[in-house]
């Protein structure tokens, strides 16, 4: 399997532009996430699906940021304008999502986005 | 979500054998315990996972005294390559794989 698929690997967009970051899971897990990686914040879980269904949003900073999962094997995080404090890294993780004690996901390589 | 601490970071040399404890003092009892593990630029890997007494695999080791308020994951003689972030996390098994990412320990393997 070619594990986690992000892309782009990297984007550099300006202030105000619209930004979609791709991800394809591992076939066959039925759970996906989204998160963020900076510097100040470490680590921060964004959105998470299970079944294609959006389970916690509440880690979604603000209005401008969106998360969808039309299928199984496809989601994207849009912002939406984007801004500078939006620079991270974004990653993309998935798991098999069984009910109890999952917690082995693989991330993919991530996105590094830079907003000037 | 129990909230986790752990040392920022830690020296070591090749050969030797590490332990990272991590606190986790308000641990329930539907909580699992998970280790993971990043390298600069790549997204965190799992290493293990344990609910209670000791878990071995062919990474590491993970050790959970009965009471459960810590835990302690125990890497066999580092190599260089060891050098990573290390992060612990307790999360329900209920939460459906929600995990909340602490700081993590910086570990510095020295040849």
């Known amino acids: 399997d070619a594990g986690v698929i992000q892309s782009p690997r990297h984007e550099v967009t300006e202030m105000g532009q619209e930004v979609t970051l791709r991800c394809k899971p591992i076939?066959?897990?039925?759970?996906l996430f989204w998160y963020r990686q900076t510097m100040m914040r470490g680590l921060e879980l964004l959105i998470y699906f299970n079944n294609n269904v959006p389970i916690d949003d509440s880690g979604m900073p603000e209005d401008r940021f969106s998360a969808k999962m039309p299928n199984a094997s496809f989601s994207t995080l849009k912002i939406q304008p984007s801004e500078p404090r939006d620079s991270a890294v974004y990653f993309c993780?998935?798991?098999?999502?069984?009910?109890?004690?999952?917690?082995?996901?693989?991330f993919g390589p991530g996105t590094r986005l830079t907003v000037t | 979500l129990a909230k986790t601490t752990q040392p920022i970071s830690m020296d070591s040399y090749e050969g030797q054998e590490v332990n990272i404890t991590c606190s986790h003092n308000?641990?329930?009892?539907?909580?699992?315990i998970t280790w993971y593990q990043q390298f600069p630029s790549q997204g965190p890997r799992f290493i293990i996972q344990g609910y209670k007494t000791k878990v071995t695999n062919e990474v590491a080791s993970l050790f959970i005294p009965a009471d459960r308020k810590s835990s302690t994951l125990s890497l066999p003689r580092v190599s260089l390559s060891d050098t990573a972030v290390y992060y612990c996390l307790v999360g329900e098994g209920n939460q459906g794989g929600k995990l909340i990412f602490g700081q993590g320990t910086e570990l510095s393997v020295k040849p």
């Open positions: 308000n641990i329930a009892t539907n909580d699992y």
């Open positions: 993780a998935s798991s098999l999502g069984r009910t109890s004690g999952d917690y082995e996901q693989y």
């Open positions: 076939s066959g897990h039925n759970s």
